[in-house]
């Protein structure tokens, strides 16, 4: 009970934190003049490819993963699986995966779902300080591994569809330009 009580002590700190953060840098982005803090973590969260050597708390990773399958499924079929290592010799195994401290797997049987559940968690995550990159890359090495497969225990008809690599930023990059050209208003 008091390391729940100490993981929403924490959480509601640094969400206090980023949010101030978040609503100074948003100034001059239209799109988050409100400060609201769902869409200032759309509008702040950077794919990550450098952390901290700093293990991440197995609380954190447990509330990433609940806020994942929360996410939107068709008709609430809640068709996927999610595996969570921090086993560094098993991430080292991995190319790819930026010397991430956690490793976040997701299966499922539609892309679609996964995809939804994939950005609640890597949402989730920057909410709480820390930093994500989705992972495709590794995906076909990580299936053609038997040992580490049977590991994962994958559910039969379920497919790994990617990674999430999860850890302390050991960098802050800059937003890309987004093309608002492939925005169009049907009227």
């Excluded at 640094?14 to 001059?28: D, P, S």
Aim: aromatic fraction near 4%.
């Amino acid at each position: 009970m008091k390391k729940i009580a100490l993981a929403l002590v924490l959480t509601c700190t640094i969400l206090t934190a980023c949010g101030n953060k978040q609503a100074q840098n948003c100034e001059n982005d239209d799109c988050c003049k409100d400060a609201n803090a769902v869409v200032n973590a759309i509008m702040e969260r950077r794919s990550i490819r450098k952390y901290k050597d700093t293990a991440v708390e197995k609380e954190l990773l447990q509330q990433i993963a609940e806020c994942g399958i929360n996410a939107p499924n068709a008709v609430n079929a809640q068709n996927w699986a999610v595996r969570i290592t921090t086993d560094k010799a098993l991430i080292n195994g991995i190319r790819g995966t930026y010397n991430a401290p956690a490793l976040i797997f997701v299966a499922g049987r539609t892309g679609v779902d996964c995809g939804l559940m994939g950005e609640n968690m890597m949402l989730a995550a920057h909410s709480l300080g820390l930093g994500t990159v989705c992972l495709g890359g590794p995906v076909g090495a990580v299936k053609s591994n038997a040992d580490l497969m049977s590991k994962l225990a994958i559910p039969d008809g379920m497919e790994l569809q990617f990674l999430i690599a999860v850890g302390y930023p050991d960098e802050q990059p800059d937003a890309k330009p987004r093309n608002k050209e492939v925005i169009k208003f049907l009227e």
